[in-house]
């Protein structure tokens, strides 16, 4: 690796990676989009929509640290020239992350009716939303091993087949919810939300499979399961261990929004699923640069190029701010089209107009947080990431948002607790990392 990181090269690994991210809420934003222009339930099944999503993300951003996992210790391997000795890494990893997601199936199809009350649903929407996660769940094995595979990818370095697999996954998706959701006159009736759920596993199938395609042909890598653990197996179950702790302090935040705009109304949950099914879109497209972060900082830290790191750290926060003011600037100037995508319910509209703003102003301060969550995923430090998620988590978004729901603030209290929640997040990890590597440079 040259001594200096271009721009050339952070884009490079950058833009493939921004497209291969955004392909897990493009499923999410296509099923929200086709649903509630439906013609039958739409505005509860967008609600149910909402609050699966949710659900499913939190299932989804647990188990798919495997990703962060695997690519920063490939990646510092790959720097330190000795990757052939984790090369059957990956393999095991895949084989216990599958196991446990079947495990998790067993658990939750049963008691999705449980599990959906304690987000407030009830009556229709509960129904819906059981009816929609006892399809999609099956999904669930099949994207853990694309994210596993995605994770091998970048510890190599290579973000461009990923990125194949998930618009090949996304367009996929985008058909089949159109016929199976509408149906086909004569040929496929119109199942709705059902048909948004069939749609969404059968995309995730096809990306599963051409997953391990890729992975065989285009690389040495195997995915045989061998015995014994490769003695990474420790630092790789520590680094989950680390990031699941993190990821439920995530998704305690996304609970609470998600149960308190529920709280609201059918109006206000629906305006708040269009919002954080945007605000998520925003997350994966600036996570292309989080991706090139989480990527380049292994290798250099494997290859102890401390100086280049540092380099790279403030490359990443200018091009950071510079995207996520591209985005809030796109999401300003199509305000109200956005909105009318979704649905022409005007109530609903409303209430998500009256927030959208908060979203598109947090986009910078989004870039930041998440572009240094990938360096320090990339760096092998979880702990460090769990106990910041754990601080804005329980010492910031709670409190805010109880404060905001007794003020009868509703979704704008939400989203500002969102947003408070975001810097407690960013600013930490942007003073830790500075403090870390800048002695590093000045002794070496």
């Not at 920063?72 to 890494?89: R, W």
């Not at 979880?382 to 404060?403: D, E, K, Q």
Request: aromatic share 14%; hydrophobic share 55%; with cysteine.
């Amino acid at each position: 690796m040259s001594a200096a990181i271009t721009l050339k090269q952070i884009n490079k690994l950058a833009i493939p990676a921004l497209i291969s991210g955004v392909s897990e809420p493009i499923l999410s934003l296509t099923d929200a989009a086709i649903i509630g222009n439906m013609d039958y339930n739409a505005t509860e099944s967008l609600a149910a929509v909402g609050i699966v999503t949710t659900f499913l993300s939190m299932l989804i951003w647990v188990l798919g640290q495997t990703r962060s996992a695997i690519s920063s210790i490939v990646s510092q391997y790959l720097g330190a020239d000795k990757l052939s000795e984790v090369k059957n890494l990956p393999a095991q990893a895949i084989f216990l992350i599958t196991s446990l997601s079947i495990l998790i199936i067993l658990v939750t199809f049963p008691f999705a009716a449980q599990i959906f009350k304690l987000y407030n649903a009830s009556g229709p929407i509960l129904d819906l939303s059981v009816d929609y996660y006892q399809i999609r769940v099956f999904g669930f094995p099949f994207t853990l091993f694309t994210i596993a595979v995605f994770g091998t990818f970048r510890g190599l370095q290579n973000t461009y087949y990923p990125m194949l697999i998930a618009i090949t996954g996304a367009v996929a998706n985008i058909i089949l919810d159109i016929v199976f959701v509408y149906g086909i006159e004569g040929v496929i009736p119109a199942m709705h939300i059902k048909g948004a759920a069939y749609a969404s596993v059968l995309a995730q199938i096809i990306m599963a499979v051409l997953s391990a395609f890729y992975i065989l042909k285009k690389t040495d890598i195997p995915l045989l399961v061998k015995f014994p653990f490769n003695p990474e197996i420790k630092r790789f179950v520590l680094m989950i261990l680390n990031l699941f702790i993190r990821t439920i302090a995530l998704n305690i935040a996304l609970y609470f929004g998600t149960s308190y705009a529920t709280k609201y109304g059918t109006t206000y949950i629906a305006a708040y699923t269009i919002a954080i099914n945007l605000w998520f879109l925003g997350a994966f497209l600036i996570d292309g640069y989080a991706s090139a972060g989480n990527i380049l900082s292994g290798k250099l830290f494997g290859a102890k190029q401390y100086k280049t790191l540092l380099d790279l750290s403030n490359k990443l926060i200018k091009y950071g701010i510079i995207v996520g003011l591209v985005i809030a600037l796109a999401g300003a100037l199509l305000y109200y089209p956005i909105g009318n995508i979704f649905t022409d319910d005007k109530a609903v509209l409303d209430e998500f107009y009256s927030i959208f703003w908060i979203i598109l102003a947090m986009q910078p301060l989004c870039a930041l947080a998440f572009i240094f969550d990938g360096v320090f995923k990339g760096l092998g430090k979880m702990r460090y990431l769990r106990n910041v998620l754990l601080f804005s988590t329980l010492l910031v978004f709670v409190p805010v948002i109880f404060i905001t729901d007794e003020l009868n603030y509703k979704l704008f209290g939400v989203f500002t607790a969102f947003t408070l929640w975001i810097i407690a997040r960013g600013l930490p990890l942007i003073i830790k990392f500075r403090k870390t590597f800048k002695p590093l440079v000045q002794n070496a």
